[in-house]
């Protein structure tokens, strides 16, 4: 029983990979420019899109497919920052958000005219298990039974670890994280002290739209069906992190978009038990619920610091 839970910790890998590169993204964008990025799923689904465009049709190899799906979302994510943002610059928080929502009806709307209507797009995975006699799975003997990981969840687990691992080291050691860290915490006293505050919030972006993409191609290669829409359920999911982990710092979102997933998991895991027969149902409302608990014990997430103003 034991080798039968941790297997469904291991079926986790790959959504806490997803959520997680989406919560830093809304993170990063969200400490920068002082605004949700609603847009976010519909950006990372049009490179996806792109990315699966140059695999099918071009027979592109997949990392170089998927570095230009994440160029298109870093160049979306510079335009969004430079010609939208920046002229809009004096607009409330509420109001950047509206712009934002704006852009999901735009992209969304897009991607039907340049790519087609399809049901779904056929999607080559990160490791091809279409050789003869390949197995898409690890199987680890253990505790009397076996622990299944798919080997597409576990290099989605090496890259997600690098990606971000390497920009929380820029963020700690950089001249460009010192200029992050300075923007978000308050981008007027920033500029005083001489950082390039288009720059950093013109980066943010653009690495934001990256990750978003990276994400979307890691979530799409486990065969989930792609359409303009199927990034919606990972946007929320990243919101929702963000608030569990507390959006006043960038590892927060990230221990939240673990959580999540785990914790869904684990409420699936108890179906197998006669008691809980029908709870694998219920299990992502019983997670939003417990996260309910936890905002009202913490209203500032749970590694989130309490904001404190002078009078």
């Known amino acids: 029983m034991f080798a039968a839970f941790l297997s469904t910790l291991c079926g986790t890998l790959l959504s806490v990979c997803v959520t997680a590169l989406a919560a830093f993204a809304v993170t990063l964008i969200f400490k920068t420019s002082t605004t949700t990025n609603f847009a976010q799923g519909s950006i990372a689904a049009l490179g996806c899109y792109v990315t699966a465009d140059m695999l099918n049709k071009y027979g592109i190899p997949v ?26 610059k004096n607009v409330n928080a509420v109001g950047k958000q509206i712009i934002t929502m704006g852009i999901v009806s735009i992209v ?10 399809p049901e779904s797009i056929p999607f080559e995975a990160f490791y091809n298990t279409q050789k003869a006699g390949v197995s898409p799975n690890f199987i680890i003997p253990a505790f009397g039974g076996e622990v299944v990981i798919t080997k597409h969840a576990l290099i989605c ?8 691992g390497t920009i929380f080291l820029l963020l700690k050691f950089s001249r460009w994280g010192l200029g992050v860290r300075a923007t978000a915490s308050n981008e007027f006293t920033a500029e005083l002290m001489g950082i390039n505050s288009h720059f950093i919030t013109a980066v943010s972006w653009a690495i934001a739209g990256a990750l978003g993409v990276l994400a979307a191609v890691m979530y799409a290669g486990s065969g989930t069906a792609i359409n303009a829409t199927f990034m919606t359920t990972v946007q929320v999911n990243a ?22 997933p785990v914790a869904a998991s684990c409420i699936g895991f ?10 694998s149902r219920w299990n992502m409302v019983i997670v939003y619920v417990l996260m309910l608990i936890v905002i009202l014990i913490r209203p500032q997430g749970l590694l989130g610091k309490p904001v404190a103003k002078k009078v």
């Open 63 to 88: 990392y170089l497919g998927v570095l230009i799906g994440m160029a298109v979302g870093v160049l979306v994510g510079l335009f969004i920052d430079i010609a939208i943002f920046r002229n809009g």
């Open 108 to 117: 969304l709307g897009g991607i039907p005219l340049v790519f087609g209507t």
């Open 157 to 164: 687990l090496i890259i997600t670890v690098v990606v971000l």
């Open 239 to 260: 919101f929702l992190a963000g608030i569990l982990g507390g959006f006043s710092t960038f590892y927060g979102p990230v221990l939240g978009a673990v959580c999540i």
């Open 270 to 279: 108890l179906a197998n038990f006669p008691a809980f027969s029908g709870i």
